[in-house]
């Protein structure tokens, strides 16, 4: 399967990139004088190392949209593909001649799939917001008190977005197979997020108190400790052997079997024993006691400022 990526930032990118990685071909179209915005901002360099990370498995085509001949060349290609993945604006689709309108009259047997916020809502959104408006980002910020919290280490929503569009991409090229008409179709960003929501985060369950859950620090068991040395002991002893192995090679005898899974005030004295064993060893003095051990247990850093 040949597919056309004409698009940029994350999800789009990322999503070629996941298909890339499963054989497909992917041939990614950028203006010459317009690239991609993760290759200039120069604020943060980790973005162009993210951009060359996407398009390692792919096949880059620099071309001029402003030209006839560059464009021509560019039908020719979605032609011969099997799907396209689209994300600019109407002006540029103009340009390139690939408004609904025109690609219905220009092509047959290829399925367009077209990036999009949410249903009727063209407004701008970055992950965080994405975060805020489908109420995800509650799970990180409730029982917090700090006046500035840092957004979520990963961009969770465009993530989720990604493997939402390859999806749709696939799906869409198996319905277009027999049909001569283009099949066009719009792939949302928070439609990706609400179905993770209403999966992981339902209703039911978003006013909880506490509002921590196992996965951001609720338990003992699966918590992250501070080492003598400045790393940290990332421990997810969840099931009853990991838990009991943990305790035995940390110098814990004397947690029993369920505090692992303990929370309120129990807990919150389970961490701290945990804590002032973590912190009276080394990283490295860690590392040799849980070398080879099926514990669930991983050391983190310590790095170097």
């Not at 701008?124 to 008190?145: F, V």
């Not at 009991?244 to 309120?264: M, N, T």
């Not at 060893?281 to 247990?297: P, Y």
């Amino acid at each position: 399967m040949t597919i056309i990526d004409l698009t940029w930032r994350l999800p789009g990118p990322l999503a070629g990139y996941f298909l890339a990685k499963q054989g497909m071909r992917v041939i990614k179209y950028e203006d010459l004088h317009h690239r991609d915005p993760f290759l200039k901002w120069s604020w943060d360099p980790a973005f162009a190392d993210i951009y060359h990370a996407f398009q390692e498995p792919k096949e880059l085509r620099l071309i001029d949209f402003g030209s006839a001949d560059d464009v021509a060349a560019l039908h020719r290609e979605i032609s011969a593909a099997d799907a396209v993945i689209m994300a600019f604006p109407r002006r540029v689709e103009e340009k390139l001649g690939l408004t609904g309108e025109m690609i219905d009259r220009e092509f047959g047997g290829i399925c367009f799939t077209r990036l999009g916020f949410r249903p009727g809502d063209d407004h701008s959104a970055h992950d965080l917001n994405s975060l805020a408006q489908s109420h995800l980002l509650k799970m990180h910020i409730l029982d917090r008190t700090d006046d500035i919290i840092a957004p979520p280490f990963l961009p969770v929503t465009g993530m989720f977005f990604s493997y939402h569009i390859a999806i749709t991409v696939l799906a869409t090229a198996l319905r277009q197979k027999g049909e001569s008409r283009p099949i066009q179709n719009w792939c949302y960003l928070q439609d990706a997020v609400d179905q993770a929501r209403d999966a992981y985060y339902p209703a039911s369950i978003q006013e909880r108190a506490p509002a921590t859950f196992l996965h951001n620090g609720r338990f003992p068991c699966y918590n992250i400790y501070r080492t003598a040395d400045g790393g940290y002991l990332a421990v997810a002893a969840v099931e009853p052997k990991f838990w009991s192995r943990f305790r035995e090679l940390a110098g814990l005898a004397d947690l029993d079997d369920g505090d692992g899974l303990r929370d309120g005030d129990r807990g919150a004295e389970v961490k701290e024993i945990i804590l002032r064993a973590i912190r009276g060893k080394t990283s490295d003095e860690w590392r040799v006691i849980f070398q080879g051990e099926n514990s669930c247990v991983d050391l983190v850093g310590p790095y170097v400022a």
